[in-house]
């Protein structure tokens, strides 16, 4: 239920942004898949290549050149061990060893506010960089029979970006990008997200 909560208030605050400034410029909607590349001590836990994850993101443009902006979504990955494996947890004041088969599941999502600079906002290929300051909701947790140990932790993080946006028709735009998630803490997470997308601008 937290997820959800958290991604709601992410797009109930996106909505409002655009209410707020519908009638003050020009305004962007974008709807993303994110496929999705776990790295460093995130690919450890959850290694395998995640097609789980879709984003959405608000951008109002300052001026052609220059937007500024909200961005959220979920990227979900999973691992299953290939055996049984032991894990020693604590229930009740006592040791207890498992020894089962893990699936370990890693769901992640980003709050963050974004700045982007496109280099020929008028030309048929647009290319542009920018960059997202925020929050990441990582949900970690290991299941072993019926034994499930979770660690949720809100952490700070950034998210350099690069793509390309190729015009379809008025106001529709194919959206093609890298995008680099590193939130920091104890356990750091990191990743790549692929975007594919569309984007609206009215």
């Known amino acids: ?8 208030i992410a797009i109930l605050t996106i909505v409002g942004l655009n209410t707020v ?17 776990p ?19 608000y951008n109002y443009y300052i001026q052609d ?16 061990s290939d055996g049984i494996q032991s894990l020693t947890v604590v229930e ?14 890693t769901n992640v999502i980003p709050i963050l506010a974004n700045g982007t600079y496109y280099l020929q906002p008028s030309g048929q290929v647009q290319p542009y960089i920018g960059l997202g300051i925020g929050g990441y909701y990582v949900m970690r947790w290991v299941e072993m029979g019926l034994y499930q140990v979770k660690d949720d932790k809100m952490q700070f993080g950034v998210a350099p970006k690069v793509g390309v946006m ?25 990743s790549l997200d692929f975007k594919i997308g569309l984007a609206w601008k009215y």
Request: proline letters at 3%.
């Open 21 to 37: 400034n519908a009638q003050q410029g020009y305004s962007e909607f974008q709807l993303n898949y994110l496929p999705s590349l």
């Open 92 to 105: 009740d004041g006592n040791n207890v060893t498992l020894s089962a088969k893990q699936y370990n599941y």
């Open 39 to 57: 790295l460093g001590e995130t690919k450890d836990f959850t290694s395998k290549f995640s097609f789980r994850g879709l984003g959405i993101e």
């Open 65 to 80: 050149h220059l937007s500024v902006g909200l961005a959220t979504g979920i990227v979900t990955y999973y691992e299953a």
């Open 1 to 8: 239920m937290m997820k959800l909560k958290i991604l709601l």
């Open 166 to 190: 190729a015009p379809l028709s008025y106001g529709l735009a194919l959206n093609l990008g890298l995008q680099y998630n590193s939130a920091f803490g104890d356990q750091p997470f990191n």
